[in-house]
């Protein structure tokens, strides 16, 4: 049982991280080659809720056996949990409110908010990675 616990929770962490990566810097770059920018900024506009959903669900599922195995791995995969609950309630509905008034400074500044913390995530989400080795 003991090597389960850590297994589990080097599979759900990297799960999370190639998730992460897949989607900034493969899905979103797609939509924008795909389609034009009105139907790219409605695809990712409706994509980024399950997006944020399946990141917060599996952050939070991998930090539960990692607790076990190591406790900084576990604060980084709660605290991503956290903070994408926070990008996905509260940063989103802003940039969008902003989107949708033509307020394009605000927009620019929040969306530059989102894809810093994104990328924070992402790094962090790797630097845990290496912690199982």
């Known amino acids: 049982m003991t090597s ?49 959903l399946v ?17 900084t791995t576990a604060i980084i995969l709660a605290l991503t949990a956290l903070t994408t609950l926070y990008a996905r309630q509260i940063l989103m509905p802003q940039i969008n409110t902003a989107t949708d008034a033509g307020e394009t400074g605000k927009f620019k500044l929040l969306h530059g908010v989102s894809v810093i913390l994104q990328l924070i995530q992402i790094a962090v989400v790797a630097y845990a990675l290496t912690l199982f080795v």
């Open 4 to 52: 389960f616990l850590p297994a589990l929770s080097l599979i759900l962490t990297a799960a999370l991280f190639g998730g992460m990566v897949l989607y900034s810097f493969g899905f979103a770059a797609l939509v924008f080659k795909l389609f034009d920018q009105t139907q790219a900024r409605y695809a990712l506009r409706h994509a980024f809720p399950p997006y944020y």
């Open 55 to 71: 990141v917060m669900i599996t952050a939070a599922l991998a930090a539960v056996p990692s607790a076990f195995v190591n406790a």
